[in-house]
C-alpha cells in the first residue's frame, strides 16, 4: 500500500501537470478543450450508454436522455441491477415522476409504492449495504488526479465519528467527480494505530449536476436501481456516500432539467397526466446510429490546463480570476465522437 | 477599522453560535426554519422587490416572478438603474432571450444590439465601473455572519495578483450570500506595510442558485441593468467580482428554470417566437395584493442551527454528514409573512 499512498499524496500535492503546447494560445476552457488531441479522448463503450427515450414533447418533438453508467469500482452492484432492469424492459412505460426545483429530476414506477399496482421486478437483483456507497482503495483502483487546489467543504472536516474521511480530496478519477481518502488519515494515523486497526483508504463519487443516482427508502434500504434521478440544481452533495451514485446523463439534460416542476410534495407531480412517459430504456449497444460519446482524460495534461482555465478566467470577458473553483464547476468535457 | 478587524476575525473563526431551545427536537434544517421565533424573521419591503409578469404558458397558466433587490452596500448603481428603468416601464414589452441549461435565463430587449432598433434607455442612468463589483468595508457594513467552517475553493487561494483577497471568507450579511476579505490580509501584511499602503476590505455578493445579475458586454462596460439574468444551474463562482449581482429570485424561479433552453450559442432562443415575452415588471409597492415576504435574519440563532444542519444532516434519511457545506447549498431561508 505505501507506493499507492506516495502516489496518491505527491498527486493531492503537486502543481498542476505541465502545460500542453496550445496553452500559449488557448484563452479558454474551451480552447483548450477543442485543442487537446486524440490521443487524450477515451471512447464511452456504447454498452456503458443507457438511452432514455421519453414520450415526444407537446409540439411533438423527440426527448433523448442518454446516461453513461459508472466505472467501476464504483456502484457495480446497482449498475448490474439496471443493466437487469433494461435488459427486461422494466423501464418501458415507467415515468418522470417527481421534478424539484434546483434539486432532481426522478423516474420509475409512479405505482411503485402501491402493494397490489407495483410493477414486478426482474427476478436476480442483488441487494447492496450502505458500506457499498464508498468503494475501498486498492492497488488495483484506477488514477485519480486531485482538483487543482484542493479546499472542499465537504471533505476537510468531514465527521470527527469517521476518522477515514479526514483529509480527503476532491478530484476525478476515469472521467469521473471523485472524492479519494487516503489509507492514511492526517490526524493521528501515528499516534493512535490507525493502519494497524484497519482503516482503509476510500473513495465515492460526487453529486455534481447531470449525476444519476438511485432513489431509496430509509436506511438500511439501498434502492435497487428501479427508481432514478439525476440533478438539475446545485449540486447537493449532502447527498454523498448517503445514496449510490449510478452514471450521468451526458446528452439531452434539458429533457429532464426543462420540465414543469412538481406542485406536490419535495416536487412530485400530484396528477398522472402531468408525468412525462418513459417509452422505452436501452443500452447504447441496442440502439441502432447512436453516436458515439468519448471523454476527455482525466489524467491528460489537457484536463490538468483546463482545471486551470475553469479556476483562473483570463478571456477577454473576465477581469478578476477566482483562483479556484469547486470539483462540481468543472464539468468533464464529453462530446460526439467523430466516426 | 481596528475594532470590526477584530470583529470581523472573531465571526470568521467562531464555533457557531448557541443553539437555540429547540435544536434538540429539530431534526432537519426544516424543523429549525419552522421552529424559528417572529423576532428572528426580517420584513422585505415592497419597495425592494421587482414583480416580473411573464406572458402566461402554453396552457393558460400565469407565470410571475417576484426578485428581491440586493440591499446597500452592494451593487447600488445598478439597482438605481433598475428602479428608473421599472418607473419608465421600460421592460414591459422585452422578453426571455436566453436559456442555457445549468447556468443562465437572460431577459432584455431582444433588439438591443441592433442600431436603430433597441429600445431607447430612459435619461439618467448610472455608469459604474468594475470597482462597483465590490463594496468596501467600513465602520458601517452590515453584520457579517461568516459559514460554519471556512473552506471555500474560490476565496481562499484567490489571485495571487490582488493580495486583498487572500483570506477572504464567505457567509451572509443581512440575508445574502457574501464573501468578506479583512482589510488586513492574513499574508505579508505587517511586512509589507499593506495598511499604510491602504490595502482596505471588501466584500461582495455571491453567485448562488436564484441570484439575479446585470448582463454586460466586454470589460470596462459594466452594464446599465437593462439586461438581466438569473442563474439557473450549479452556482457560477467564476462570475464573482467580474459581473454585478443586483437581486435574487425569491418566488416563481420555476417559470425561469423550467423554461425551454434556446438552441442558438450560449442558449439563445434561435427564433423569436421562442421568446417568453415580459408583460410587465414593477415594483412590489405598484402591485395591489401582493404577498409580503421575511427572510430567516442571517444573524440570527436559528440561522445558525439551520447552518449546521445543512452542514450535518442527522435525519433519518442520512447515514453519513458530510461535516460542512458550500455557501450556495445554504439557500437563506424565505417565506410569505403572515400578514
Chains 1, 2 share one sequence.
Not at 410493477?119 to 436476480?124: E, N, V
Not at 479546499?151 to 478519477?173: I, K, N, Q
Not at 448517503?242 to 452514471?247: D, F, M, T
Amino acid at each position: 500500500m505505501r507506493t499507492f499512498i506516495a502516489g496518491l499524496a505527491a498527486l493531492a500535492l503537486s502543481a498542476p501537470m505541465a502545460a500542453p503546447a496550445n496553452e500559449q494560445t488557448a484563452r479558454t476552457p474551451g480552447d483548450v478543450v477543442d485543442a487537446a488531441p486524440a490521443s487524450e479522448w477515451r471512447r464511452i463503450p456504447a454498452s456503458d450508454l443507457l438511452v432514455m427515450d421519453l414520450a415526444a414533447d407537446p409540439r411533438g418533438q423527440e426527448r433523448r436522455v442518454v446516461i453513461q453508467l459508472i466505472a467501476a469500482p464504483f456502484s457495480q452492484g446497482w449498475v448490474s441491477n439496471i443493466r437487469k432492469l433494461v435488459a427486461a424492459r422494466w423501464f418501458d412505460g415507467t415515468a418522470v415522476v417527481r421534478v424539484q426545483d434546483n434539486y432532481v429530476a426522478q423516474w420509475g414506477d409512479p405505482d411503485g409504492e402501491i402493494p397490489g399496482k407495483a410493477r414486478a421486478l426482474p427476478r436476480g437483483l442483488s441487494t447492496m449495504a450502505p458500506s457499498d456507497y464508498t468503494a475501498a482503495i486498492s492497488k488495483s483502483t484506477p488514477p485519480f488526479t486531485a482538483l487543482l487546489r484542493g479546499e472542499d467543504p465537504y471533505l476537510t472536516h468531514a465527521g470527527t465519528d469517521d476518522r477515514r474521511v479526514l483529509g480527503a480530496v476532491a478530484g476525478f478519477s476515469q472521467g469521473w467527480p471523485v472524492a479519494m481518502a487516503p489509507p492514511t488519515p492526517r490526524s493521528a494515523a501515528s499516534t493512535t494505530g490507525a493502519d494497524a486497526q484497519g482503516v482503509a483508504g476510500a473513495a465515492w463519487p460526487l453529486h455534481c449536476y447531470g449525476m444519476v443516482g438511485v432513489g431509496r427508502n430509509l436506511s438500511p434500504d439501498t434502492g435497487t436501481g428501479a427508481e432514478l434521478y439525476a440533478v438539475i440544481g446545485h449540486a447537493p452533495r449532502q447527498l454523498d456516500r448517503n445514496v449510490a451514485l449510478v452514471g450521468r446523463v451526458i446528452s439531452g439534460i434539458e429533457h429532464l432539467s426543462s420540465l414543469p416542476r412538481g406542485t406536490g410534495e419535495i416536487g412530485f407531480y400530484k396528477t398522472a397526466g402531468e408525468r412525462t412517459p418513459i417509452v422505452s430504456v436501452r443500452t447504447g449497444d441496442e440502439v441502432p446510429g447512436l453516436a458515439s460519446y468519448e471523454y476527455l482524460s482525466t489524467d491528460s495534461a489537457s484536463f490538468a490546463a483546463y482545471v486551470d482555465k475553469r479556476a483562473n478566467r483570463l478571456d477577454d470577458f473576465y477581469i478578476q480570476p477566482a483562483g479556484g473553483v469547486d470539483v462540481c464547476n468543472v464539468p468533464v468535457p464529453i462530446r460526439e465522437a467523430k466516426r
